[in-house]
């Protein structure tokens, strides 16, 4: 089967409570149905604090609740106060139906970008309700999430006093720790932004690159969402401009496939990909995407008659799982017009392999994958067109 999407940002994971309507495949529901009860099972005494959080959220924010205790971290499950996660959802929540820019957030990017409550291994500050109270003044008008993400660079530090040291006390600092030291690295300046930009219902998150290229060092920086993810550095706003910073050519040239040298976003939700961690012990496990190709690569250059089309392959039984295969593209004559490797679980949900094909000319698929493969027909049509082809429907052994 192939299907063809005319939006660029599609989610694979739209919801969570299946049964307050969010649609989701029966796939999902189940996966989440499981993972909730075995997190449960592994809070140990802690456990009925979390089920008071599920069973005391409002309705209308258990889809919230129940994805936090699904993917939550082992030390916060066995430790997290069920008043900790409820204050922090209704918050989270508030913030976001509160924001103008409600409408242009995906339900899977406020799930995993502005309802968490801590980013990587930092203290678990109790910090959702006061920073929605200090800082939602400060994006008032604001009418998009960069903007109001540009303000929050701009005015957060100094309004904090908090500004950077190698003083500090530890790279992975809490907002708490950071504002009463007044002094963090990259690390812990880029926890007190996303935290503010959460708590204002910005979606953002924790980049960075376990150490560049040249071995010069590591570094963090946060994204935010905006109609896709843009960068910036924080406390190091570049003016009103989102995506340039210091570190923009050194980020250029990431290597994707080097796992030291690559750039990594950090998920809550569980991926493939954990971040290489230089500090705390191995029970810290943080979870990540590979978003080296938006820093290293260019986008395709585009000619008249020409659109630039985005190709998945999705396996299993609920096809909902992407993976890793060979394509190539012929026209009609055969001849050969593109050809690339897909993008697994390990990278972004929307980051896609990307290929500049001629509009509206019938195309062939050739797509191989573990010695299955799968041929279909193209039709490029919009700037920005995504297809999934998936194999469970019509692969064949080679």
Not at 164 to 184: H, L, M, V
Not at 337 to 366: I, Y
Not at 368 to 376: E, I, M, P, T
């Amino acid at each position: 089967m192939i299907r063809m999407h005319r939006c660029i940002a599609v989610s694979r994971f739209v919801g969570v409570a299946c049964m307050i309507g969010l649609a989701a495949t029966s796939g999902r529901c189940e996966e989440l149905s499981t993972s909730v009860a075995t997190a449960l099972e592994r809070a140990g005494d802690n456990r009925p604090e979390l089920e008071r959080a599920v069973r005391e959220v409002p309705v209308s924010h258990r889809a919230g609740m129940e994805f936090l205790v699904a993917y939550m971290p082992l030390r916060d499950l066995t430790s997290l106060p069920a008043e900790f996660l409820l204050e922090n959802v209704e918050y989270a929540y508030r913030a976001y139906d509160e924001s103008p820019w409600k409408d242009g957030v995906p339900q899977d990017v406020f799930l995993n970008d502005v309802l968490p409550y801590a980013n990587i291994t930092e203290r678990r500050d109790n910090w959702r309700k006061s920073f929605y109270e200090k800082f939602k003044p400060l994006v008032a008008g604001i009418k998009t999430p960069g903007e109001a993400a540009v303000v929050l660079n701009q005015q957060l530090f100094p309004l904090l006093k908090v500004k950077y040291s190698t003083k500090r006390r530890r790279a992975d600092q809490g907002p708490e720790e950071t504002i009463e030291s007044g002094i963090a690295t990259c690390s812990g300046l880029s926890i007190l932004l996303i935290d503010a930009c959460r708590a204002v219902g910005v979606p953002a998150r924790f980049v960075g690159i376990p150490m560049w290229p040249d071995g010069s060092g590591n570094h963090s920086w946060v994204e935010v969402w905006d109609q896709g993810w843009h960068f910036t550095g924080a406390a190091e706003p570049a003016g009103d401009e989102l995506d340039r910073a210091w570190f923009n050519e050194r980020a250029s040239g990431a290597l994707r496939d080097e796992i030291e040298h690559a750039i990594f976003a950090v998920s809550y939700r569980k991926t493939p990909q954990v971040l290489p961690l230089r500090w705390g012990d191995d029970s810290n496990v943080i979870y990540t995407v590979n978003v080296t190709d938006r820093y290293a690569g260019k986008a395709p250059e585009l000619s008249d008659g020409q659109v630039r089309v985005m190709f998945r392959v999705l396996d299993g039984a609920e096809n909902t799982e992407r993976v890793a295969a060979e394509i190539e593209v012929h026209d009609a004559q055969g001849t050969l017009l593109f050809s690339g490797t897909t993008k697994d679980e390990r990278f972004d949900l929307n980051d896609h392999l990307v290929a500049v094909l001629p509009r509206d000319a019938e195309l062939h698929v050739h797509v191989c994958h573990d010695k299955a493969v799968l041929d279909a027909r193209v039709t490029p049509r919009d700037e920005g067109q995504l297809v999934s082809l998936e194999l469970a429907d019509g692969a064949s052994a080679q």
